[in-house]
């Protein structure tokens, strides 16, 4: 009889401690998962602008509806707040666009414009992450955020109309710009999610052109280390 309740004993007592290094496995997995979830990432993204507008020293404003590509390359870190459910991300991030700008009056083609702009941006989100229980994974995966940036960088265009009276010309400028942007981005296996959102950018002011500005939109993935 003693003989069996000793074996009972260490049986028991070999389970509760397989079962305390079950949960100490899981609460290293999921702390992993947190830090992959909130550290280091990278993004690529792609898009068009939906408008662009501005006003040409000489006189005269250009405003077009037609639309320019934009590629844009992130690096960034995220960390999560702990009382509420928001997350904060700082981003280094490289844009080009390359857009034609158009006489607002006539429509007819100005110019070529092309920028290389380097932004630090700030971004605010929505973590839902925590309430994956109450509101399903799925559904947990989504964070709305909003942010902007500032930053400066290359703009560089030549006139389109190279025939008639037309002149040749080509103007390279390096400017300031700052931006704000909104949109959702939704993640899956904690380091992988896809991303869209609305941009409104503003440029400073170039040698022959003030107040230009240009709103769109971007799609991208980001992966998260």
Do not use: C
């Amino acid at each position: 009889m003693r003989i069996f309740v000793l074996t009972l004993t260490l049986i028991s007592s070999l389970a509760l401690q397989a079962a305390d290094l079950e949960l100490k496995s899981l609460g290293d997995a999921a702390s992993g998962q947190a830090k992959r979830k909130y550290g280091p990432y990278v993004g690529v993204g792609i898009g068009e602008s939906m408008g662009q507008e501005g006003t040409l020293r000489g006189g005269g404003k250009i405003k077009s509806d037609e639309g320019a590509a934009i590629f844009s390359i992130e690096v960034g870190k995220s960390w999560k707040l702990k009382r509420v459910p928001l997350m904060l991300s700082l981003e280094g991030e490289g844009t080009f666009m390359s857009t034609s700008l158009t006489d607002a009056k006539s429509g007819l083609a100005l110019a070529d414009m092309n920028s290389l702009m380097f932004n630090l941006n700030g971004t605010l989100a929505l973590d839902l992450y925590r309430y994956r229980a109450r509101i399903g994974k799925f559904a947990a995966g989504f964070r709305p955020y909003i942010g902007g940036g500032l930053g400066g960088g290359q703009v560089w265009f030549r006139n389109a109309a190279t025939t008639g009276a037309a002149t040749p010309f080509t103007i390279d400028e390096f400017i300031n710009s700052w931006n704000w942007y909104a949109g959702v981005e939704w993640t899956w296996k904690d380091q992988y999610s896809v991303f869209a959102e609305y941009r409104d950018t503003h440029f400073g002011d170039l040698e022959d052109l003030t107040g230009y500005a240009t709103d769109g939109y971007l799609v991208g993935f980001r992966y998260r280390y």
